[in-house]
């Protein structure tokens, strides 16, 4: 069975970084795209960055220049950096990936941004 589980949420101070992994299981992870989504207290869940296959990657407006998302196939495993962390990007961040047979996510990471 398809298993995605983030962690390196945290607390952290606005202008401080995080980095949040995603280890994936149960898919040949190297032929699958991988998105990180985020979804902030009574706001809809919104897409942050995607990486696919062959590492071309694509970011929302709000991300770009301060997230970056990366992959090792080796380990299974989707990163993303947040650098300059803002008080409006606290959420739940959460790994998702789809195939024919469904659509996964993870079980999310708390990302608190506040000083």
């Known amino acids: 069975q398809v298993q995605l589980v983030e962690s390196g949420g945290g607390l952290v101070q606005p202008g401080g970084s995080l980095r949040l992994s995603c280890a994936a299981s149960?898919?040949?992870?190297?032929?699958?795209?991988m998105t990180w989504y985020r979804q902030a207290p009574g706001k809809q869940r919104e897409l942050v960055a995607t990486?696919?296959?062959?590492?071309?990657?694509n970011y929302a407006d709000s991300a770009k220049g301060r997230f970056t998302i990366s992959r090792d196939n080796a380990k299974a495993t989707v990163y993303l950096q947040l650098n300059s962390l803002k008080p409006e990007d606290t959420a739940v961040y959460y790994c998702?990936?789809?195939?024919?047979?469904?659509?996964?996510w993870g079980q999310g990471t708390q990302v608190t941004v506040s000083s």
């Open positions: 990486i696919s296959n062959d590492r071309r990657t």
């Open positions: 149960g898919i040949f992870f190297r032929g699958y795209a």
């Open positions: 998702n990936t789809n195939d024919l047979a469904g659509d996964y």
